[in-house]
């Protein structure tokens, strides 16, 4: 995936004022959450922040690519998995005390191995190629 070159935003969106702590206007805060919370596109997500018409196009198409934009989106998405990460952890050991064997076992084994405290499985050994050839 490449990242997509930064493009210069309007004049109207260059001013100080009322820009949050990554420096991102209000229009476009309401942009990237909107495509945070499940605009279907980003032109979606401009219409939701705003823009009207054809202008949600050329909007959405700038402002992607800004690059305080995509560090905004990347933090949230972040701090999504975070969150999401610890409640996959208290899942698993809620399972620990699941009435199946199997559902304890594989919780256990599937903890330890996150752990780090799976013994690594032995690497087979590697054949010995002898390669013999007769020029006479």
């Not at 705003?50 to 690059?67: L, Q």
């Not at 409640?87 to 191995?113: E, H």
Request: aromatic share 6%.
């Amino acid at each position: 995936m490449t990242s997509l070159p930064a493009v210069a935003e309007t004049p109207a969106e260059q001013t100080v004022e009322g820009v949050d702590e990554f420096g991102l206007t209000p229009k476009q805060r309401a942009f990237a959450d909107a495509l945070l919370t499940g605009a279907p596109s980003p032109t979606e997500a401009a219409r939701r922040a705003g823009c009207e018409g054809a202008y949600a196009h050329v909007y959405a198409t700038r402002t992607i690519r800004n690059p305080r934009v995509q560090e905004y989106l990347r933090c949230a998405v972040g701090h999504v998995i975070t969150l999401g990460s610890v409640k996959a952890a208290n899942t698993m050991l809620s399972l620990l005390d699941n009435k199946s064997g199997q559902v304890k076992f594989w919780a256990a084994r599937d903890l330890l191995d996150r752990g780090g405290h799976m013994a690594q499985p032995a690497s087979p050994p590697q054949p010995t190629l002898v390669i013999n050839i007769d020029l006479s």
